[in-house]
């Protein structure tokens, strides 16, 4: 990570982290911006995009762009003059979603009642994710990704299924979610089987 200064220019170079720590790390340098002080944040991690865009909106910060160049994302933020940052007690929520997700799949493996997942839809970051779930209510899990699938931070929602799991793609690609496919446990692999 390292921060320049170029031309009375702020940026953020966050290449090579992966999530969460590249929004959180943006949240926190934006909160110590002064009002109408621009950022521009570069990052390599994937689900970067769909993340800042879900920031930017919750903190009332302003998206002056976002562009993708060289597998990077780069976006350039503007510190709003009534922010609503992200407390604390948001980011301890944040960390313990994690935990969370790992207990829950935990249970869900071992639970011999359990009926057990065997599709697992992908999402472009995992606020998609938790978005997901709760529009879903109950109609799917969300777990954490197997690194089977891919060892980034990430999220997938468990279903029983090959056609409850495009059923449920389709419906939150319709309702403008970004998901990104559907896996097939096989075994101890995992197999892309849409699209």
């Known amino acids: 990570m390292e921060v320049m200064e170029k031309e009375e220019k702020k940026v953020l170079d966050l290449s090579g982290l992966m999530c969460p720590l590249p929004i959180v790390i943006t949240s926190e340098k934006v909160r110590r911006l002064k009002e109408g002080e621009v950022i521009t944040v570069i990052s390599t ?20 762009s976002i562009k993708k160049e060289d ?16 407390s604390l007690w948001y980011w301890i929520k944040f960390h313990s979603l994690g935990v969370k997700l790992h207990v829950r799949q935990f249970f869900m ?10 599709h697992f839809i992908t999402f472009s970051a995992i606020s998609e994710g938790v978005r997901a779930e709760k529009y879903l209510k109950g109609r799917a899990k969300l777990i954490p990704i197997p690194d089977e699938i891919d ?6 929602l468990a ?10 793609y389709h419906e939150l690609q319709k309702e403008g ?3 990104e496919a559907i896996y097939k446990k096989e075994g101890k692999n995992y197999r892309r089987i849409y699209p």
Request: proline content about 9%; charged content about 30%.
């Open 151 to 156: 060892p980034r931070c990430g999220v997938v």
């Open 71 to 86: 597998g990077k994302v780069i976006a350039e933020i503007k510190k709003s003059s009534t922010p609503s940052e992200p």
């Open 159 to 168: 279903v029983k299924g090959e056609k409850k799991a495009k059923d449920i």
């Open 109 to 118: 493996m071992i639970n011999p009642f359990s009926e057990k997942p065997d």
């Open 177 to 179: 979610f970004f998901v």
């Open 45 to 64: 991690d994937p689900g970067f995009e769909r993340d800042i865009y879900n920031w930017s909106k919750q903190t009332g910060n302003q998206l002056l």
